[in-house]
């Protein structure tokens, strides 16, 4: 059974952003899709139901993108690299 995970994160800056959480996301078992708006720092995550949300969550965070109203500065310097990586890998 397909399940959607839809998380407000923080620090979402531009398509290198982007692209990191959907590769990181891509690479897991069981996710089908990963849709981002930027504009709305909304992450959805299609995925099965043996993904939990909490997962989720923690895979985001560590990548600098913590759920909305949790940043910190330690968060805003893990997004920067990964925003880096993701454009490079572009």
Avoid: W
């Avoid at 995925?47 to 949300?53: K, M, Q, W, Y």
Wanted: aromatic share 4%; charged share 25%.
């Amino acid at each position: 059974m397909q399940t959607e995970s839809a998380i407000y994160v923080e620090n979402i800056k531009c398509g290198g952003c982007m692209n990191s959480i959907k590769t990181k996301f891509m690479e897991k078992e069981g996710v089908e899709a990963v849709d981002i708006n930027l504009d709305e720092g909304l992450v959805k995550v299609l995925h099965d139901s043996v993904l939990e949300r909490t997962s989720i969550e923690n895979t985001l965070t560590k990548m600098g993108y913590p759920p909305s109203g949790e940043n910190t500065l330690g968060a805003q310097a893990k997004s920067y690299v990964s925003c880096m990586v993701g454009r490079m890998s572009n």
